[in-house]
């Protein structure tokens, strides 16, 4: 049995919803009814990057960051696939650079997503520390 079973259905058009657990995912290619596949990815990206992060900061003994938003940017090419990701993370801990780059890089191991894109696409990171 798998570990991760969904059912993605198009009754017509470009939308699909995807049942995902007891969860509905709309994605709609063309951003009339939920997001495209590039924008839903690189949400699903940032919202695995996220929690990742807190766990590298607990592995560098950073428990409480507080507040975290990333602000997730992406680049299409010329066939509208994605070609360049980017995360701008603010951290409302007061970490100082060589902490927040470290907990970076470990939350890149940790994250799951990161791990099954290809190298090329893997978000560039920079974390903005006491930013709230």
Same mark, same amino acid.
């Given at each position: 049995?798998?570990?991760?079973?969904?059912?993605?259905?198009?009754?017509?058009?470009? #939308? !699909?919803?995807?049942?995902?657990?007891?969860? /509905? @995912?709309?994605?709609? %290619?063309? &951003?009339?009814?939920?997001?495209?596949?590039?924008?839903?990815?690189?949400?699903?990206?940032?919202?695995?990057?996220?929690?990742?992060?807190r766990?590298?900061?607990?592995q560098?003994?950073?428990?409480?960051?507080?507040?975290?938003?990333?602000? #997730? !940017?992406?680049?299409?090419?010329?066939?509208? /696939? @994605?070609?360049?990701? %980017?995360? &701008?993370?603010?951290?409302?801990?007061?970490?100082?650079?060589?902490?927040?780059?470290?907990?970076?890089?470990?939350?890149?191991?940790?994250?799951?997503v990161?791990?099954?894109?290809?190298?090329?696409?893997?978000?560039?990171?920079?974390?903005?520390?006491?930013?709230?």
């Amino acid at each position: 049995m798998a570990d991760i079973e969904t059912s993605t259905v198009s009754e017509a058009g470009y #939308a !699909s919803t995807s049942q995902v657990g007891e969860f /509905d @995912l709309r994605i709609d %290619a063309t &951003d009339e009814t939920g997001p495209n596949p590039n924008a839903a990815l690189v949400a699903t990206y940032a919202s695995c990057y996220l929690p990742a992060l807190r766990v590298g900061g607990s592995q560098r003994g950073e428990e409480e960051l507080g507040k975290v938003q990333i602000d #997730a !940017s992406a680049e299409l090419d010329e066939d509208d /696939d @994605l070609e360049s990701i %980017a995360f &701008d993370v603010h951290v409302e801990a007061d970490l100082d650079d060589e902490t927040a780059a470290d907990i970076a890089e470990r939350a890149e191991g940790i994250c799951h997503v990161h791990s099954a894109l290809r190298e090329g696409l893997h978000a560039d990171v920079s974390v903005y520390p006491g930013a709230f």
